[in-house]
């Protein structure tokens, strides 16, 4: 017997995830879809891809560390965990700091975007595949990142809002990339996921009267099944020694820049949220970035020098030109725009320039969390 789930968190496909009441807007919040919509180089996109060269990988090469992560997927591990339980404490909206509560609902305004971007990329490949071992995987990520998605919208539902994913589905723009500059993005934003979720989920049990809202206490788990989703990646990317090696690892050079700096600018858009915290923005990034170049050595053949003194100057200089950028897009000054364009366009080059850290790669991919 199937019993359809009324929950997110307990559905075991994506068809059925995104079916239930999370999925499903209930309050008018035309403010909070807006925000989703937006497509600017610092806001979560959508994307699409040429699927049937997705479809045609063939994995036998890495079988059987294939065959294990299928295994953990299919255990499914997470099923129900991503749905609100006792340790679910009361929030007081009302009551909250104003400019914390903006920063913190565009930190999950944002957060449902990612995650329900993934979700749509993941089932589109499952819809349109036809090799068992593609969209088997893209039907188990395409399930937990609905969960995800479901669950951040639960609790914006709590703060009076909802980001309206089915109209994201059919209004959102989307971005075409390659092939490989999905695997690499993906690859990147899976593992930086895990990476920046499991460092917020550490402080916080150092300093649990920091964590002032219960959605932190939940990202230990959630941060498990984005580091399954890149171990899947970068076992795809295995499948091909061309795509890390020669002058593919220019690219790689130019997502890992392009991700941690986007990152960096992003997150010092939202002071309070950190300093609510109790982390400081500098140091976050930092360690999100060490954790993250650490893991990306078991596919990546370089990682970026975050300790050549050049990099930390280059970040603040690309944050800078973008607060300046924003300040100008408000006051209608021309000139102070294109000027903060160039800046930063002169700080990314500068960033991406700094030699980066060659390494061998392991002939086993997978890993395990460890932090
Ligand atoms: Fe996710
Ligand atoms: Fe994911």
Known sequence: MNI???????????????????????????????????NTLLTPRFYTTDFDTLDAIDVSAVRDEWDTLIGTMKADPNKGHFKKNEDWDHIDWENMAP???????????SSC??????????KEMKRRGNNKD??????????????????????????????????LTQKKKYTYFRPKFIYYATYLSEKIGYARYITIFRHLEQNPDK????????????????????????????????????VNVYWIKFFLTAVYSTMYVRDHQRPAFHEALGVDTDWYGQEVFRK????SRQIFPITLDIDHPRWMKGLKHLQKANADLARHKDNGNIFGRVGAMVRAAVAFVGLYTIPAVRHNVPGETRLEPAY
């Open 113 to 122: 975007t990612a995650e329900f971007s993934g979700c749509v990329l993941y």
């Open 292 to 295: 993250t170049s650490e893991i």
């Open 99 to 109: 400019g914390l509560k903006a920063e913190f609902i565009d930190f999950l305004i």
């Open 211 to 246: 964590r002032f809202h219960p959605i932190f206490k939940w990202f230990k788990e959630w941060c498990s099944d984005e580091f399954r989703h890149g171990e899947a990646f970068a076992l795809l990317m295995k499948t091909d020694p061309k795509l890390t090696s020669g």
């Open 134 to 167: 593609i969209t088997e995987l893209f039907q188990f990520m395409a399930r937990d990142e609905a969960r995800h998605a479901g669950f951040i919208n639960d609790a914006l539902r709590e703060a009076g809002i909802a980001v309206n994913l089915g109209f």
């Open 4 to 38: 359809q789930a009324t929950h997110s968190a307990d559905a075991t496909t994506v068809e059925e995830a995104l079916a239930t009441p999370q999925h499903q807007p209930v309050v008018d919040s035309k403010g909070a879809t807006a925000v989703a919509m937006q």
